[in-house]
């Protein structure tokens, strides 16, 4: 063991509540999460008992009101809550997130009677949820997706495909965006779509880079007939529930990030205090202690920014422009921060025996989910310069 063996983050919380809880996360990460981490994500497969844990322990509707099931905690809380379960595996941080962001039209927009018959399930009994926007010719342009939804009778009738999906095929529960009227924004309705209706069938997972613990697909909508009380919000307004869902997302993905530069962190540290070159540790040498202090330097401005987008939104005050500047500076830095871990390893980080090839992988991913990079750019200058001249 090191000298300087990495310590756990040094976190400032609001609570003694919330203190309990991230130790509760820690222990739950160490002991259900971090041993079996490298051989499910090489396998392929997806920790359905872990979530079934993560529900049994509160930890899938923690930002949410307890009136329903929720924990009643500040985005501040549960964000750092997020970023610990990443630090021991971006498939169960990830998870948890996208999780979140498809209870946020219901908890958000529902009516009290859709509430009391669907969110204790989702937040508190075991259900995992997905969130159906993207398609596959409507990407980063989301208003110009063409699922459709018509009413026949008292239902509502979806047909289309929804591409990108994580969990998709094995989620209870899907949010589904879909087009009831006009072309562009206005004309997209929310539904909440039961993940065995029928009609509702996923398509083998997509093979990806990284994360292949999380399943990614498609999913077709093949005449799935839904009931009028399983519309989320008004007609037409589907569009702005998705960004609002998005803002709140957005943070859930800045935090998943440092997590994993974090988790990259940690392992650099670990390897360059212990391992030894020219009768030294390689840490001696300034060349890494200074991309060490780099690393370090950009994970603590990044936690710095989301907590204070966090805070924002607890305060109830506009944070959009900063939940785009915390998810495009936390997954840059993160793409950067596990890009140098597997650097300072050298040969050995660029093997399988250790998680930082990995950690690498998967960081690519999160510059892309959730709006592009290029995308979050788009929306800081609006903020900045105004709408674009056509």
């Known amino acids: ?202 398509a083998a997972p997509e093979r990806k880079m990284g994360m292949k613990g999380s399943p990614t697909a498609q999913i077709n909508f093949d005449g799935v007939r839904l009931e009028a009380r399983r519309r989320i919000g008004d007609e037409g307004q589907g569009f702005a529930i998705a960004l609002s869902a998005l803002d709140s997302g957005r943070l859930g993905i800045a935090a998943c990030a440092i997590g994993l530069a974090q988790a990259a962190l940690d392992e650099a540290v670990a390897y360059a205090t212990g391992r030894r070159q020219f009768g030294r540790p390689i840490s001696d040498f300034q060349g890494l202690r200074f991309l060490l202090a780099d690393m370090a330097t950009q994970i603590e401005a990044g936690r710095a920014l989301y907590l204070a987008a966090a805070r924002l939104r607890d305060a109830g005050r506009p944070f959009a422009k900063q939940a785009a500047m915390a998810k495009l500076l936390c997954t840059d830095a993160a793409m950067k921060v596990t890009t140098d871990a597997v650097q300072v390893l050298g040969g050995y980080g660029y093997t399988a025996d250790f998680p930082v090839e990995r950690y690498m992988r998967e960081a690519k991913v999160l510059q892309i989910v959730e709006g592009t990079n290029q995308i979050q750019r788009m929306v800081i200058a609006r903020h900045l310069a105004g709408p674009e001249t056509r």
Request: aromatic share 6%.
């Open 1 to 202: 063991m090191p000298d300087h063996a990495p310590q756990p983050v040094d976190r400032q919380l609001p609570t003694d509540e919330a203190r309990d809880l991230i130790s509760l996360v820690r222990d739950i990460a160490q002991r259900e999460i971090v041993p079996q981490a490298a051989e499910e994500e090489e396998a392929g497969r997806f920790p359905r008992e872990l979530f079934a844990l993560l529900s049994e322990s509160g930890l899938l509707g923690l930002p949410y009101s307890s009136d329903h099931g929720g924990g009643d905690q500040p985005y501040e809380v549960y964000l750092q809550v997020l970023e610990e379960l990443a630090a021991a595996r971006l498939t169960v941080g990830l998870g948890v997130s996208v999780h979140t962001l498809s209870c946020h039209a219901l908890a958000s927009y529902g009516t009290k009677e859709q509430q009391a018959e669907h969110l204790p399930a989702m937040l508190g009994g075991g259900l995992l949820g997905a969130y159906c926007l993207s398609e596959p010719a409507s990407g980063s342009d989301a208003a110009s997706l063409s699922t459709k939804a018509v009413r026949d009778g008292d239902d509502w009738v979806l047909t289309g495909t929804k591409s990108w999906i994580t969990h998709g095929g094995i989620a209870d529960f899907y949010t589904v965006m879909a087009r009831t009227g006009e072309e562009g924004p206005r004309g997209i309705t929310a539904f909440l779509a039961p993940g065995d209706a029928a009609g509702l069938n996923a």
